[in-house]
T-cell receptor, first 113, second 113 residues
């Protein structure tokens, strides 16, 4: 089955700096890669996703890049703000091939003032 | 208001006492899923359903049952709970018949003594 590894497990940045979280996946047939943000005590919420036919996707301060050859994808947050502090999860799915969603173990991002 | 609801939100039980956690969505979504969240392990998929009467195992299905008799409801059943099922459980739904763009419920915190 699919295995998703996520690094780092914790990340501390100064407000205004950029943050990068990286994930690798094992199943070359995976074709959908979402990122979820979970604030303390809250439910996970989808913040951005990318499909395997696209190499990069941006949404304001958030971007995701995908390297299918190397089987890794990354979340980039620019101009970080205190409200970006949360746990971020990457995930991978093979739509049409079982529709499971396998998550990484999460990255605790702390944005310091 | 479009939402995914779960009941109960908190539950303390004893080993072996059957319990059901309900999940309901009012968005006419086809795909529904259950996850458990444990420290250091991230979110792990238990079961998912692509439509009424269509269910399949996720990565950690042992000790759980599900049913999908109606589109809006997807209950999670623990026939004989054990302490290793102590966890935070999330239900989620998606408008597609796949794992994309999932909306999570508020979570159910379960303690099995």
């Amino acid at each position: 089955g699919e295995n998703v590894e996520q690094h780092p497990s914790t990340l501390s940045v100064q407000e205004g700096d950029s943050a990068v979280i990286k994930c690798t996946y094992s199943d070359s047939a995976s074709n959908y890669f979402p990122w979820y943000k979970q604030e303390l005590g809250k439910r996970p919420q989808l913040i951005i996703d990318i499909r395997s036919n696209v190499g990069e996707k941006k949404d304001q301060r958030i971007a995701v890049t995908l390297n299918k050859t190397a089987k890794h994808f990354s979340l980039h947050i620019t101009e970080t703000q205190p409200e970006d502090s949360a746990v971020y999860f990457c995930a991978a799915s093979r739509a049409g091939g079982g529709n499971k969603l396998t998550f990484g173990t999460g990255t605790q991002l702390k944005v310091e003032l | 208001e479009a939402q995914v609801t779960q009941n109960p939100r908190y539950l303390i039980t004893v080993t072996g006492k059957k319990l059901t956690v309900t999940c309901s969505q009012n968005m006419n979504h086809e795909y529904m899923s259950w996850y458990r969240q444990d420290p250091g392990l991230g979110l792990r998929q238990i079961y998912y359903s692509m439509n009424v009467e269509v269910t399949d195992k996720g990565d950690v299905p042992e000790g759980y049952k599900v049913s999908r008799k109606e589109k809006r409801n997807f209950p999670l059943i623990l026939e004989s709970p054990s302490p290793n099922q102590t966890s935070l459980y999330f239900c989620a739904s998606s408008p597609n018949s796949n794992a994309e763009t999932q909306y999570f419920g508020p979570g159910t915190r379960l303690l099995v003594l």
